[in-house]
C-alpha cells in the first residue's frame, strides 16, 4: 500500500473533500468476498438467510437499531446467503479496523460492497451516511 493513498483523520489536508466526493459516486464491488476475508463453517440463521457465526451479534445489532434491513431484498436464498456474506465480512472488517490502519482504498471496497447491497435492495443506506459540516 502506498503512503499516499493513507489518509488519516488528523491530517486537514488528506484530501477529504476529494474522498467524499468519490466516496458518493456510485462504484460497485469487483472484488470477491477472499480479498476481504474467508469464512469457514459454521453458518447460522439470520432471519432467512444462512450467515456466518462471527457476523451474527453483528447483523443482529443491526436489525435491532434499523429493523429489518432485508425486507426489500426479492433475489432467492442462494444470492440472498452471498450478499448477507458479503455484508458480514464489511461488518466485521469493521469491528476489527482501528483508525490508525484505515484508508482511503479500504473505505471505498467496504462501500462498493454495501452499495452492490443496496442495489439488491437491501435497505442499508444509514451505513453510507456520514455528518455533512
Known amino acids: 500500500m502506498e503512503e499516499a493513498s493513507r489518509m488519516t483523520v488528523s491530517d486537514p489536508g488528506s484530501g477529504l473533500p476529494t474522498f467524499l466526493a468519490r466516496f458518493d ?9 477472499s480479498h476481504f476475508q474467508r469464512f469457514g463453517p459454521p453458518f447460522g440463521s439470520f432471519l432467512r438467510f444462512s450467515v456466518p457465526v462471527e457476523g451474527l451479534p453483528l447483523l443482529e ?53 454495501v452499495q452492490d447491497l443496496a442495489e439488491a435492495k437491501f435497505n ?6 456520514y455528518p455533512q459540516s
Open 25 to 33: 459516486s456510485l462504484e460497485f464491488n469487483n472484488l470477491p468476498a
Open 61 to 113: 445489532g443491526l436489525f435491532k437499531a434499523h429493523g429489518d434491513f432485508t425486507s426489500g431484498f426479492r433475489g432467492g436464498i442462494f444470492l440472498g446467503n452471498i450478499l448477507m456474506e458479503l455484508l458480514c465480512i464489511v461488518l466485521v472488517s469493521l469491528r476489527d479496523s482501528s483508525l490508525d490502519s484505515l484508508y482511503k482504498e479500504r473505505l471505498l471496497e467496504w462501500r462498493r460492497v
Open 124 to 129: 442499508l443506506s444509514f451505513l453510507l451516511e
